[in-house]
Every structure is written in C-alpha cells, then in structure tokens.
C-alpha cells in the first residue's frame, strides 16, 4: 500500500504562485508514475499533470501548460507541483495520485493510490 499525503494549498491572489508538495510512504515510489488531479466545486476531477518515475517526462493538462511545472525527488519520496501565474480558475482541491506505469491505461489514469486533497483558492 502507499499512503500520500499532500500539502502547500492555501489562499493566494491571481497572478501569485504556491508550491504543492506530495509525500508517499509505505513503499518506495520511484518506480511509479505520480500525477495531480483537480477538482473544483460542482465539476468534475480533472487530470492536471503527471510524472514517469524517471521525471524525464512531464505532461500536461492544456489550461496549466506553462504556468505549472510537476517535478520529483524519488530520494525523498515526494513528487511537487509548482503552480505560478495563478488564475481564480485554478481553485479547487488538489489531489495526487500514484501506481504503477503497468497499471495505468495512460498517465491520466486510472490511479490506485491517491491522497486527501488539499485546497488551493486564488482570489481575483
């Protein structure tokens, strides 16, 4: 089992950054591909980007292209999702998720292991 935990959300104006920090226990996940998710009131979890366990390849969803950049350390077991140049419509509860490349359709899911969530609200 891998348990993640997030942490960085927080309330910040349009235009600012937060840095989202992710951290896996239960077992090592250097080999699995690791990805942030989204969901804001009243719509659906969107895919927002993901990791291979190398990091040599990132992904993104379209609307965060350039702005966010996802990254990990596999010493630390922590995966990260640095969000600059914020918009109201970035708000929402951001989650991670994990597995292994194997058990995934594509990096968009589906993901096995995911964490709780932490809230991100950007003020106009």
């Known amino acids: 089992q891998v348990q993640l935990v997030e942490s960085g959300g927080g309330l910040v104006q349009a235009g600012g950054s937060l840095r989202l920090s992710c951290a896996a226990s239960g077992r090592p996940v250097s080999s699995y591909a690791m990805s942030w998710f989204r969901q804001a009131p009243g719509k659906e979890r969107e895919f927002v980007a993901a990791?291979?366990?190398?990091?040599?390849?990132?992904y993104y969803e379209d609307s965060v292209k350039g702005r966010f950049t996802i990254s990990r350390d596999n010493a630390k077991n922590t995966v990260y999702l640095q969000m600059n140049s914020m918009k109201p419509e970035d708000t929402a509860v951001y989650y991670c998720a994990a597995d292994l490349p194997g058990r995934l359709r594509d990096l968009r899911g589906p993901y096995a292991y995911w964490g709780q969530g932490t809230q991100v609200t950007v003020s106009s």
């Open positions: 990791i291979i366990w190398s990091g040599t390849s990132t």
